[in-house]
């Protein structure tokens, strides 16, 4: 099932457990969610920004809301799930800091996955060519990026410990591949971490 | 069909009597429905399409009066979103209205006289009681789905918090759990533009055949105003003047933004009843599904396992996007499964009504997905 994923969401739906309750946050079109339903019988819930990805998931059935993360979530009890999912959405919340709390209160875990910002391909479009990268990671210009607040491997780990929340997990990507947590601020393209209050 | 109580034009004197939530009882109920499709040997493939203010049974079938097609023909039929080559499609008359249901156009039994103005005053919970004595009627135990846009989207919502064992998903289009007072406000401009009309006479019309007309297609005319959208009016009539060069210094219809609504208030007269459009009004303002399960919305979803399927528009502003979203949250408090989308659309709150692709998509998405 998982060869058809996004990686960062491959990675995911590699470590949630079959029948566990899921809220994935920023779902898209529901390509996990249906993954998740389909192959490991989870009861995956969804909420997403765009109305076209919202029709087409609510089309192939599953439970998508059209909202938003910086605002829609407060009506979700604590704990109501086992698993809450915010993948490449973290970088365009106004408020990620309110998101991420709200993601450990809704969920027993929390998935995050985001473009690493510290890549060594970000820091050099930035270094020798003085622009902001344009990259296969991050595609749109400076003016029309949803990408709001750019975060490095790094500043996360920090963001995390500052706030006390538990690391239960860490995996770093680069060309759609795991690699090792060491040199990952520089070497890594992507970062998934599993994390629990 | 052999079977009798399915198919076109049918009407069944419900048994017993219907208890009313402002107190009082009605007896012998009847009740104007229509079916499409066959009903599978379990039932598990039924589907009520409850109907807005001033609609009726006539889902799927040309409309008597008007000689109009279905309400809604591109939504329900063989093929179509709400597909009757495998489901059974069940659309009543909603009690208080006038197309066949027990409405103030009735005849009291105990009086042999039309109810007029001592028909009670009915609400949404009432209309899904009657619609759930017809279920049994028909053998249903449990919908595989409620449908319903508007006035149609209250019963809907209405059916999980009232018989929460009876129907597993729910489709709620362009609708809201209560009126605001701005609603309130508009529905109360309609019926004294009724009631101001002399020949509305206290009610009692009836027997003079001379129906106060008049204040019915004003209440129309500005109910109309808030089925479209101000864009949507501004293409389709802009300033421009009805079947003259220049404007003409007196009240005609100059403009043809002016001409429409009339034409709209007046075909409305010829195919409805004035007290029917008093009491389904009142029902509508009376709704608020919170209040009546001890203020908090998500009260009224925590018994039943049903799925929730909400649709909104853009352009609506009867009943905008931030209600059904009240809705949407209430869900996610009381654990529901839920489906929301906000569709554009230039059309306001009729879009509902109109082909639109993606709301076919989602709704016929969402009711495959309850398989």
């Known amino acids: 099932m998982t060869a058809s994923l996004r990686p960062d969401l491959a990675v995911i739906a590699g470590h949630v457990a079959a029948g566990a309750r899921v809220l994935d946050i920023g779902c898209g079109d529901g390509a996990l969610m249906a993954a998740l339903r389909d192959e490991r019988g989870v009861d995956a819930r969804g909420l997403e920004i765009d109305a076209a990805n919202v029709a087409a998931a609510v089309g192939r059935g599953l439970p998508v809301v059209q909202g938003d993360a910086d605002r829609d979530l407060a009506g979700y009890p604590d704990k109501s799930f086992d698993y809450a999912i915010l993948s490449q959405t973290l970088q365009t919340c106004r408020a990620p800091d309110h998101v991420l709390d709200e993601l450990l209160r809704i969920g027993r875990r929390a998935f995050v996955s985001f473009p690493n910002f510290a890549h060594w391909r970000v820091r050099l479009s930035l270094l020798v060519g003085g622009r902001m990268p344009v990259t296969g990671l991050l595609p749109e210009q400076w003016y029309d990026t949803p990408n709001i607040h750019h975060v490095t491997i790094d500043d996360f780990r920090a963001f995390v410990r500052e706030r006390q929340v538990t690391v239960e997990g860490a995996w770093f990507l680069s060309r759609r591949r795991l690699r090792g947590a060491a040199g990952a601020n520089l070497l890594a393209e992507h970062a998934v971490f599993l994390l629990r209050r | ?371």
């Open chain 2, 1 to 371: 069909m052999d079977d009798q109580r399915f198919g076109l034009a049918r009407k069944v004197t419900l048994p017993g009597l219907l208890r009313l939530d402002g107190g009082g009882t009605l007896s012998g109920v009847e009740i104007a429905y229509e079916t499409h499709g066959q009903l599978a040997p379990d039932g598990g493939n039924a589907i009520l399409i409850c109907h807005a203010l001033t609609m009726d049974q006539h889902v799927g079938s040309v409309h008597p009066r008007t000689g109009k097609p279905g309400w809604w023909a591109a939504m329900v039929g063989p093929g179509k979103p709400i597909d009757t080559d495998t489901h059974c499609v069940i659309c009543s008359n909603v009690i208080g209205s006038c197309m066949g249901s027990t409405g103030p156009g009735s005849i009291d039994p105990s009086t042999g006289q039309p109810y007029a103005m001592t028909f009670p005053v009915i609400t949404i919970r009432d209309m899904v009681r009657a619609q759930a004595m017809l279920l049994d009627h028909l053998g249903i135990a449990t919908l595989k789905a409620v449908v319903g846009g508007s006035m149609g989207g209250m019963q809907a919502l209405s059916w999980p918090a009232t018989f929460p064992e009876r129907v597993r998903s729910v489709v709620v289009i362009a609708s809201t759990a209560r009126h605001t007072a701005q609603n309130i406000a508009f529905h109360e401009v309609g019926r004294q533009a009724v009631m101001a009309d002399p020949k509305w006479r206290g009610g009692d019309y009836y027997r003079h055949d001379d129906p106060p007309a008049a204040g019915l297609a004003v209440a129309r005319m500005a109910a109309h105003i808030t089925y479209l959208s101000e864009a949507g009016l501004t293409e389709k009539f802009g300033r421009k003047l009805q079947a003259r060069q220049a404007k003409g210094f007196g009240f005609d219809a100059d403009f043809q933004v002016e001409s429409y609504l009339r034409h709209q208030g007046l075909s409305f007269v010829d195919r409805f009843d004035a007290n029917s459009y008093l009491y389904i009004t009142r029902a509508m303002d009376y709704f608020d599904l919170a209040e009546e399960h001890g203020g908090l919305l998500a009260n009224a979803f925590r018994q039943s396992a049903a799925r929730f399927c909400l649709v909104s528009f853009d352009t609506d502003w009867l009943y905008p996007t931030i209600e059904s979203r009240h809705i949407v949250h209430a869900l996610n408090a009381a654990g529901r499964a839920a489906s929301f989308v906000e569709l554009s659309s230039p059309y306001g709150h009729d879009a509902f009504l109109l082909d639109a692709p993606e709301m076919n998509r989602v709704v016929e998405g969402f009711l495959r997905g309850g398989a």
